[in-house]
């Protein structure tokens, strides 16, 4: 078993994540074999294989790593979810997609669901820790907040992808603008 903390352990997986994304940008997934990825990060396979199960367990890290580092502190520490952190979390996903497909090829659709699913599901985390933090609940059944937290994220993510593809990508302000009042009634009549 490899130790997580060993600062050799951490050095080496960080090889790897960098020569993994390096390769996303050059080469697109389907096309990228974990002999690439072992050659780039100057590691064997069985050095790879000891840190990853595959390189779809390297993507689904990569994705929630990056995704983390995004969520501003004011979110993280946000004990209400009002219109702000509401506005926070739309651009940020928005930016997240943006980037991720841009710097990323996704060159396959079951990829781009992997990934999508991933973020949809740590967005829905984040809105959820939002919704069950304080002394005063905003929703009081666990399921109900879970539930709530799901449709928020999906409603978020689903706009901040729509808008990718079909909207005016430098218009983040009319985003919002339409994705914040729809998303803030939502929780309202979900309370």
């Known amino acids: 078993m490899v130790n997580q903390r060993d600062p050799r352990v951490l050095r080496t997986r960080q090889l790897i994540r960098e020569a993994f994304r390096a390769l996303l ?3 697109g997934f389907d096309s990228i074999t974990i002999n690439d990825i072992a050659q780039r990060a100057t590691i064997n396979r ?3 294989y000891a840190h990853y199960e595959d390189k779809y367990a390297l993507l689904e890290e990569i994705t929630e ?3 983390r580092e995004r969520i501003p502190e004011q979110v993280l520490d946000a004990r209400e979810f009002t219109a702000e952190i509401c506005d926070q ?3 940020m996903t928005f930016n997240y997609i943006v980037d991720y497909y841009r710097i990323c090829r996704v060159d396959s659709k079951s990829i781009a669901t992997l990934v999508d699913d991933k973020i949809k599901k740590l967005l829905q985390q984040t809105i959820e ?3 069950q933090k304080g002394d ?3 929703i009081a059944d666990h399921r109900h907040a879970k ?3 799901a449709m928020t994220g999906s409603a978020i993510y689903g706009a901040a992808h729509s808008w990718l593809t079909d909207g005016e990508n430098d218009r983040t ?3 919002v603008g339409i994705v914040r009042p729809y998303v803030m009634t939502g929780l309202r009549c979900g309370k």
């Open 25 to 27: 940008q050059s080469k």
């Open 46 to 48: 069985a050095t790879f």
């Open 65 to 67: 790593q990056a995704f």
């Open 89 to 91: 979390l739309i651009l």
């Open 129 to 131: 820790n939002i919704l």
């Open 136 to 138: 005063t609940h905003q």
């Open 147 to 149: 539930i709530i937290s």
């Open 173 to 175: 302000d009319l985003l």
